[in-house]
Structure formats: structure tokens, C-alpha cells
């Protein structure tokens, strides 16, 4: 799926399939600001991340995030499913689990059949239903990860989650921003960047313009709302700069979004 075709769960399948079912090589590439979620269902593999070499043995898996570089070496009797995807539900489901920017494998899932699950959404797509769907089998295949592999970063997890908690409540106020979210938890700035990057993946920034947008989306539905309305009530004072973001994370404008919606 392109930056053109978005769904309307903020959780988007991008891609997905197998090492023996495609052309795409995972090799010195720079991910989007997409994850990449690697699970090895035959031999093994070794996977350099951001320059450090991980290895990745049969059931495990390995989870690349946002801007990362990554090179998986491809050796024989080798099968490795993947499944890539964004959204700012996406984030928040990455911060609950043990993965990390510097410790992206987690250990042996042993869930009999799990590999079909990367092999059922269909990508691209431009039907809303299908995309709900996708969704749906991303949410289930985290559910396991989650299950099994919880975030043990319990005190940095606290912060985490405390902000992406006030940002929901507040982010429709016009003038809210990073500053109010660390004025509220009363933590360094530039600690509060770091630690909620790695956590999530995502500027505090890029996380509330995602919050944002993703309830734009909704209200964009309701033909009532002006586009002014629509970037009023989800925050923003500049319908021009709503428009340019909302354009950034969606590859559309807030009227093309809304004329596809209707097409």
C-alpha cells in the first residue's frame, strides 16, 4: 500500500509476505516510518540493525521500528515471514512490548500455525472493509507478542504511558503541544524525547499530529464539518498547516481524503 491509500483504523498494513514468495531482498535498507516485524518460522538468520549484527533463530522474531537502518542476510533452508505496518495505534501497541530500538528480538513464540497470520491480509488495498480487516490480523498477531513478551521497562513504560494517556485527553485543546505534556509529568524535555522515541518509535510530536489527524479522519466523515471545523476540533488554530500535515501522514489532502471516502 502507498502514503495514497490509508484505512480509516490508523492501523495500515503496508506490506507483508515471505522470503520465498517475493523479490524483496530486506537488505541496506532504510525502514519508513513504518515497523517491520521479521519472524523466522525456519532456520535461522542474522539481522544487522542500525549496525549492530542480531541473531535471529527459528520461531523467534525481530522487530525493526521507524528510520531504521537494517540488512537480514538470506541463507539457505532459510523462511522468514514479515508484515509491515504504521499508525499511530501501532505505536501504542509497540510500547507495551519487549522490543526495542537497541533490543529488537524477542525469544521463541511456539504457537502452532502462527505463519498464516502473516500471510492473510491483502496489500495493497483500497476497499475500508479490507483494511479493517488487516487490522484486525495485525491487533491479533501483536496479541501473542504481547502475551508472551510484555515490556519489562516498567518505570520508563510509566512515563510513556502517562503521556500518550494526557495526550489523548488534551490534544484537541488548541496550543497544546510537547511542553504541556512535559510541564505535566515534570521531566527533563530532552529525556522525555528520548525515552518516548524509543519507546513508541515516534516524536512526541509526530505522536500527537497523529492522534490528530487520526481523529480528523472520523470527523472528516461527517459532510456538516468544514474542513476549518474539522482541523478546529482536533486541535489545530492553522487550517493551512493542518492541511500540510494531515497531507504528510496521509500522501492526501483533507478534501481528496474526504471526496475518496464518498467516491
Given at each position: 500500500?502507498?502514503?495514497?491509500?490509508?484505512?480509516?483504523?490508523?492501523?495500515?498494513?503496508?506490506?507483508?509476505?515471505?522470503?520465498?514468495?517475493?523479490?524483496?531482498?530486506?537488505?541496506?535498507?532504510?525502514?519508513?516510518?513504518?515497523?517491520?516485524?521479521?519472524?523466522?518460522?525456519?532456520?535461522?538468520?542474522?539481522?544487522n540493525?542500525?549496525?549492530?549484527?542480531?541473531?535471529?533463530?527459528?520461531d523467534?522474531?525481530?522487530?525493526?521500528?521507524?528510520?531504521?537502518?537494517?540488512?537480514?542476510?538470506?541463507?539457505?533452508?532459510?523462511k522468514?515471514?514479515?508484515?509491515?505496518?504504521?499508525?499511530?495505534?501501532?505505536?501504542?501497541?509497540?510500547?507495551?512490548?519487549?522490543?526495542?530500538?537497541?533490543?529488537?528480538?524477542?525469544?521463541?513464540?511456539?504457537?502452532?500455525?502462527?505463519?498464516?497470520?502473516?500471510?492473510?491480509?491483502?496489500?495493497?488495498?483500497?476497499?475500508?472493509?479490507?483494511?479493517?480487516?488487516?487490522?484486525?490480523?495485525?491487533?491479533?498477531?501483536?496479541?501473542?507478542?504481547l502475551?508472551?513478551?510484555p515490556?519489562?521497562?516498567?518505570?520508563?513504560?510509566?512515563?510513556?504511558?502517562?503521556?500518550?494517556?494526557?495526550?489523548?485527553?488534551n490534544?484537541?485543546?488548541?496550543?497544546?503541544?510537547?511542553?504541556?505534556?512535559?510541564?505535566?509529568?515534570?521531566?527533563?524535555?530532552?529525556?522525555?524525547?528520548?525515552l518516548?522515541?524509543?519507546?513508541?518509535?515516534?516524536?512526541?510530536?509526530?505522536?500527537?499530529?497523529?492522534?490528530?489527524?487520526?481523529?480528523?479522519?472520523?470527523?472528516?466523515?461527517?459532510?456538516?464539518?468544514?474542513?476549518?471545523?474539522?482541523?478546529?476540533?482536533?486541535?489545530?488554530?492553522?487550517?493551512?498547516?493542518?492541511?500540510?500535515?494531515?497531507?504528510?501522514?496521509?500522501?492526501?489532502?483533507?478534501?481528496?481524503?474526504?471526496?475518496?471516502?464518498?467516491?
Amino acid at each position: 500500500m502507498n502514503d495514497q491509500a490509508r484505512n480509516h483504523v490508523d492501523l495500515i498494513c503496508l506490506s507483508c509476505g515471505s522470503n520465498l514468495k517475493s523479490d524483496k531482498l530486506h537488505a541496506d535498507t532504510v525502514a519508513s516510518s513504518s515497523y517491520k516485524l521479521f519472524y523466522v518460522s525456519r532456520g535461522s538468520c542474522v539481522v544487522n540493525v542500525d549496525g549492530t549484527d542480531h541473531a535471529v533463530e527459528q520461531d523467534c522474531s525481530i522487530l525493526v521500528f521507524p528510520f531504521q537502518k537494517y540488512k537480514l542476510e538470506q541463507v539457505d533452508n532459510l523462511k522468514f515471514l514479515w508484515i509491515e505496518f504504521s499508525g499511530f495505534t501501532a505505536a501504542a501497541m509497540v510500547s507495551q512490548l519487549a522490543f526495542s530500538r537497541t533490543s529488537p528480538t524477542v525469544g521463541q513464540l511456539n504457537i502452532n500455525g502462527f505463519e498464516q497470520f502473516f500471510e492473510y491480509p491483502t496489500c495493497p488495498t483500497y476497499a475500508v472493509h479490507q483494511s479493517y480487516r488487516n487490522g484486525a490480523v495485525i491487533l491479533l498477531i501483536m496479541s501473542y507478542y504481547l502475551e508472551r513478551f510484555p515490556s519489562r521497562r516498567k518505570r520508563e513504560n510509566s512515563y510513556v504511558f502517562s503521556a500518550r494517556s494526557y495526550i489523548q485527553d488534551n490534544f484537541s485543546n488548541p496550543g497544546f503541544n510537547v511542553n504541556s505534556v512535559v510541564d505535566y509529568l515534570k521531566i527533563d524535555r530532552s529525556h522525555f524525547y528520548r525515552l518516548f522515541k524509543n519507546e513508541t518509535g515516534l516524536s512526541p510530536v509526530d505522536y500527537i499530529n497523529r492522534q490528530r489527524i487520526s481523529r480528523a479522519e472520523i470527523l472528516l466523515s461527517n459532510l456538516r464539518l468544514s474542513i476549518k471545523d474539522v482541523a478546529f476540533s482536533v486541535g489545530f488554530t492553522d487550517q493551512m498547516y493542518f492541511s500540510k500535515v494531515f497531507k504528510r501522514l496521509n500522501g492526501k489532502t483533507p478534501s481528496e481524503f474526504r471526496n475518496l471516502m464518498y467516491m
